[in-house]
């Protein structure tokens, strides 16, 4: 996420670690300063821990929160343990037949699952709004993924979003909106906090399951990618593997998440071509 902090932009990059109740187990954030003016030291306001170069051998000093970065007309990228509460939090519940049930208790069960995902906004402010102070809070959408084992998995459904198969995999998608509700007060936004997935198993087991979380209204080119999911889906064998390079080291996880951004900006805009040259073939016909 860019934004501007002492007159330079920043791209911020959080990635937590959430233990199977939504609770936070490991925060670490990539921050990435953009040295447009291509100074020799450069200023960063940073409540972050064990701070590490990423990508240099740039040296800092630290007072307080203020980091100088020695940056040698360099950009900077560098990564922190963060021990803040999250702007957004996720609370996890599972029920087996009807009972809320733990995790250890359902492993290996057969019966049907119902997962709920609560997430909650925490980033509220009080904005003058036509001489009233309004409670809003800043606008995030949250893109989930999972995917589940389809010879144990039956009637897999999920709310806000889709499913799709391919006959050994199914993967489910979804996107959520805290606080959206509660600043505009619009009924059709009313659950849009909560994701609920439902599934009969043979044997339960818990997947990986990933939330992307954004600053950003939700707009058309979000619920446009229900559009391309099944033809994505041929790539999620890739987006696991390159999610999973989070765990091997910041450097593996800086070239993993590039990898992945890339290979799924291709997978769109090849989906696009497609249409276009269908759409060039029907008015010709």
Sequence with gaps: VPFNVLALTKEETVYAKLNSDGSSKKVTVNEHLINTEKSDSIADYSNLKNIINLNGNETFTQTNEIISWDAKKNDIFYQGKYENALPVTLNATYKLNGTETVIKDMLGKSGSVEITLKYTNN???YV?????YEELYTPFTVAFLTTFDSTKTSNLSITNGEISSNGTKEMALA????GLY???????LQGMDEIKITFD???FELPTMYSVISPKILSANDLS????LN???????????????INNGANDLLAGSNKLKSGLEQAIIALDATKEDENVLTEEN
Excluded: C, Q
Aim: zero cysteines; aromatic letters at 4%; proline letters at 2%.
């Design 123 to 125: 980033d509220k402010h």
């Design 128 to 132: 003058k709004v036509n001489g009233r």
């Design 175 to 178: 996107i959520a909106t805290p």
């Design 182 to 188: 509660e600043s505009l007060k619009l009924n059709e």
């Design 201 to 203: 198993t043979t044997s």
């Design 225 to 228: 990618i229900f559009d391309k």
């Design 231 to 245: 033809e994505l889906y041929a790539k999620s064998n890739d987006l696991s593997t390159n999610m999973d390079t």
